[in-house]
């Protein structure tokens, strides 16, 4: 077995890196300790962890989200139902078109009246495309969601004039032909969206229509950057365009060779581009751990191997960046992971047990993961046979982290029991993030107990400053983790909360078996 936490430093250099948690043998019965100090900064939360993913798979936009002749649907045919859940989850941003979906889609299909729009052939989900979701309605929705957009090129079918044509009809005032089309439509001022992603996935050769060596990649991501950054250069009351660069997706625990060196090729390629600030990076939980151990839901696996994997993906990832900046003399160039897709299912108490250990981790590297978007934005509402939507554990689980968990990541000291996987060896059964407010002091605790059957007593203790006055606690558990949840039971889905006395340097807490947990406390020095 392999000891947790080890971080792989490019692609042949294993290096043990310490979790901070002293591991004794699994059902000890030993308490544990989290030990909070508010000078020990990783770096700063930023909102864009609350970002979403949003793809025309099927009928999941048209058909569910824009939907004109529902009942809930608002003016431009969007959900409300949805649009006001993603008002109560304060989501930052939204990443659009795709996906698998955008490398073979042309923009130019989705603009102009709706009944001249052309039906395509639809390669990634084998649908028929009637475009009726185009550019102008992507950036309605997001404006009724009151989030940023966050563009996805095509790099599969796609041209560069594809993509200096399509920043030019977002991003250029008009007078040009492109920017004079968007007028004609309806939007005279442009709409200034600065994110922009140089494809989707490229690597995925078992399931993209086009694929691309990571050689082809580059090039491509290079040429597409300055074309599109050229477009408007001398136009000094314009968006500027800010590139994410597509990393790995294609990724396996413990296949060496690959999803690092695909990694490596574009931060060593695209780190010293202009306006390239970003890698992009996907892997989803659950779904093809490795070639010799099967997909499993043991907990020992799920909320074990896979978390201790997904942390040396984005360590691993972060080590590549930090040796491409000494290599490249890059200075204080802005160059971030973001994690653009990523979900663990959100059908039971496992997965949104899962959901809290990927936030977790997005905190625990606040330096490096500076933007996530969880796949996809439908799926945050739960929804019976019949189509009503209703708010899941999971939802509130999301909640909690992005309406509570800004501010500055801290780096807490945690000791707990711990367990073993079926790949990694020494577990902490508590899995931590801590964010602190330097506004009004608060300090926000997430915890995952991944021990299934035995509640932790913890202390809990600040080596700064004391706790003052109640601490506000906030608790999501289930009997049965595997159950799928149910719209008859949506009423007791809301988190259970209490207070406990956080008053000196310590308090005691007990964390339920296998159980989400948030405590709001604030800390006065």
Known sequence: ????????????????????????????????????????????????????????????????????????????????????????????????????????YDWKDGIGPKQERPVRRELAWGVLERNHVGTDEWIALSRAMRVDNSICINAGTGTYDDARYWIEYVNSPPGSYWADRRAEHGHPEPFGVKYWHLGNEVDGEPWQAVYSTPEQYVHFAENAANIMRYVNRSCETCTQPVFLAMGSSWVKQGARGTWEDWNWAVIDGLIEQQGVEYIAIHRYWGRGFNDDVENSRAPEQYLGDWAVHFEEYVSTTWHQIQVARVMHDVGDKPFHIAFTEWSPGTRSHMSTLAGALHFNLFLRHADAVKRSNFTMFTSLLARNEAGDTYRSPFFHMFKLFSTNARGTSLDAYVESDSFDGIVYEGIPYLDVSTTWSKDDGTVVLNVVNRNMSEAIATEIVSDTGAFAGAAAVSVIQADDVEAPYAYEARDAYAPATSTVRAAGRAFRYVFAPHSFTQIRVRVEQ
């Not at 000891?3 to 043998?25: C, N």
């Not at 930023?46 to 936009?61: A, C, K």
């Not at 304060?90 to 490398?103: D, S």
């Open 1 to 104: 077995m392999k000891p947790a936490l080890a971080v792989i430093l490019l692609w042949s250099l294993p290096v043990v890196v310490s979790a901070r948690s002293a591991q004794p043998a699994a059902g000890s019965g030993q308490g544990a300790t989290i030990k909070i100090d508010v000078r020990r900064q990783i770096g700063d939360v930023d909102p864009n962890l609350y970002g979403v993913f949003m793809e025309p798979i099927r009928s999941s936009m048209d058909g569910l989200l824009y939907d004109p002749d529902h009942p809930l649907a608002n003016e431009d045919g969007f959900r409300t139902d949805y649009i006001e859940a993603a008002h109560e989850l304060q989501l930052t941003n939204m990443r659009w078109p795709g996906g698998n979906y955008v490398a073979s």
